[in-house]
C-alpha cells in the first residue's frame, strides 16, 4: 500500500510536470509578442480611424503582434517618423511616400521606406459656400484658403493644385493658405474667415457631411489639374469622381485621387508583416467602413506602389496567397 506522502509526493510531481507542458505550449505558441507603433493622424480623421481598427482587428485574431496607434499631423509627419525609428508602421498619402523613396521636396534625402500595402484612394475636396465667388482654382487669387495643417498630405496636394493653377507668383495672384486641419478648417469656412477649405480623405468624409447640412456648399471640379500633376509628379495621381447624393450633390464632380499606402521600416522582421497582412486582408471591411465608402482591397491594387518598393515580407506574404 502506498502511502499518503508518497501520493502527495507523485501528485506535486506531476502537477510540476503538467504546468510545465503548459507553460512550454504556451512559449511555443504565441511567443513573445512584438509591439509595433503605427503613426496615424489627428484623432478623429480617417488615418487614426484605420490605425484604431486595424489595432483592434490584431488584438481579436490572437496575433503575435500588438499594433499602438500614433496620433500624428499625418503623412509627412508619418514619414520623418518612420525614417527616424519612432514608429516601425505608417500610413501616408502615396504623393508624400513617393518624394520621400526619392528624397525631393519635404525631404532632402531619400527614405529607406517600404510598402505593405496601398490600401484605399483619398479624394481631394475643394469646397467653398455655394453663395461665394468662387467658381474656380483660379479665384482663390488673394482669398484665405484652408491648405491642409501643417506636416500633412492635404497641404501638399493642396500647394501643388495652386501651383498649376498660376498661384504661386505675385502677392495679389497667390492664394493666402492657411495651414489648418480639418476640425479648424471646417470651423474656419463656416465662420467666414477663409473663403475655401481644401481636404483630401475618402468620401464621403463625416465633418464635410455635417457641414453640407449646415451650409450650402459648391465643391469645384479639380480633374482638369490631374494631367500637370502626372506629367510633374508621375501617376500617383488619377482622375475620380466624387459622385451625385454626397454631400447633397446633384451631379458628379470630377476631382483628384491619390492612394494612401501602409508603410513599415524594411527592418521590420518578415514573418511580422505577414502575419499582420494577413490580419489586414481578412478583416479590410471593418478596417475601411469608417474610412471611406464602398471601397475594396484587392491585392492587384493593393502592390500597386509606384516608387515605393514593397517590403520584402509584403513579396512573401503575396507570393504565398495568390502565386
Not at 226 to 236: F, K, N
Not at 241 to 266: D, H, K, M, Q, S
Not at 300 to 314: C, K
Request: charged letters at 20%; aromatic letters at 6%; hydrophobic letters at 45%.
Amino acid at each position: 500500500m502506498t502511502s499518503p506522502a508518497v501520493n502527495r509526493r507523485q501528485a506535486m510531481g506531476a502537477g510540476i510536470g503538467a504546468l510545465a507542458v503548459a507553460l512550454a505550449a504556451c512559449a511555443g505558441d504565441s511567443g513573445p509578442v512584438r509591439r509595433l507603433r503605427l503613426a496615424t493622424g489627428p484623432e478623429g480623421g480617417p488615418y487614426n480611424a484605420f490605425g484604431q481598427a486595424l489595432a483592434q482587428a490584431v488584438a481579436a485574431r490572437g496575433r503575435r503582434i500588438e499594433i499602438v496607434p500614433v496620433s500624428t499631423a499625418a503623412s509627412v509627419n508619418n514619414l520623418r517618423k518612420l525614417d527616424e525609428g519612432s514608429v516601425e508602421l505608417a500610413l501616408a498619402m502615396a504623393d508624400v511616400a513617393q518624394d520621400a523613396a526619392l528624397g525631393r521636396e519635404s525631404f532632402p534625402r531619400p527614405t529607406a521606406v517600404t510598402a505593405l500595402a496601398r490600401v484605399y484612394v483619398n479624394y481631394t475636396h475643394l469646397l467653398v459656400p455655394a453663395d461665394g465667388p468662387v467658381h474656380s482654382v483660379k479665384d482663390l487669387a488673394g482669398r484665405p484658403v484652408a491648405a491642409g495643417a501643417g506636416g500633412s498630405g492635404v497641404r501638399v496636394v493642396a500647394e501643388r493644385v495652386l501651383r498649376a493653377a498660376g498661384l504661386n507668383g505675385a502677392p495679389a495672384a497667390t492664394a493666402d493658405e492657411r495651414q489648418l486641419g480639418l476640425a479648424a478648417s471646417v470651423s474656419a469656412l463656416r465662420e467666414g474667415s477663409v473663403d475655401a477649405l481644401f481636404w483630401s480623405g475618402g468620401v464621403p468624409t463625416p465633418a464635410l457631411s455635417e457641414l453640407a447640412d449646415e451650409l450650402p456648399l459648391r465643391f469645384l471640379p479639380l480633374d482638369a489639374y490631374v494631367g500637370a500633376l502626372r506629367e510633374r509628379y508621375a501617376p500617383v495621381y488619377t482622375a475620380v469622381t466624387l459622385p451625385a447624393g454626397v454631400y447633397g450633390l446633384t451631379e458628379p464632380v470630377g476631382t483628384i485621387g491619390v492612394g494612401n499606402y501602409l508603410l513599415a521600416r524594411a527592418d521590420v522582421p518578415q514573418d511580422t508583416v505577414r502575419e499582420l497582412l494577413q490580419v489586414v486582408f481578412e478583416r479590410w471591411r471593418d478596417l475601411l467602413r469608417e474610412v471611406t465608402a464602398g471601397a475594396r482591397l484587392e491585392p492587384r491594387f493593393a502592390i500597386s506602389t509606384g516608387e515605393v518598393p514593397l517590403h520584402a515580407g509584403a513579396v512573401a506574404y503575396y507570393r504565398s496567397v495568390y502565386g
